[in-house]
């Protein structure tokens, strides 16, 4: 069974940094790709980045890049993401996903509020 924990719900000024996290339990995994996707209120989940266990560059939406990195720790099992220079339009719930043994998992979400 492979579940993925996200930290809590933020508040943050515009302009700010935040930094979200997604740890995986359960069992192990060796090939995976991982990433974040966020959902406002009324609109679709969106993609926001992604990266591979074999790919040592990263993907970003056009909204985020420059300003959002994702990056892991392979000994706590866990995925980050770092949001800097954020926007009142940045304000969604994220969640994280894990492409692992022909399934997607999802994280439970984390809702990230940023105030202008």
Not at 100 to 115: D, F, K, L, P
């Amino acid at each position: 069974q492979v579940q993925l924990i996200q930290s809590g719900e933020s508040l943050v000024q515009a302009g700010g940094s935040l930094r979200i996290s997604c740890a995986l339990s359960g069992r192990s995994v060796t090939s995976w790709a991982m990433g974040w996707f966020r959902q406002s209120p009324g609109k679709e989940r969106e993609f926001v980045t992604a990266t591979a266990w074999n790919d040592n560059s990263s993907t970003y939406a056009d909204s985020v890049r420059g300003r959002f990195t994702i990056s892991g720790d392979s000994a706590k099992n866990t995925v980050y993401l770092q949001m800097n220079s954020l926007k009142p339009e940045d304000t969604a719930v994220y969640f994280c996903y894990l492409d692992a043994i022909g399934h997607r998992y999802w994280g439970q979400g984390t809702q990230v509020t940023v105030s202008s």
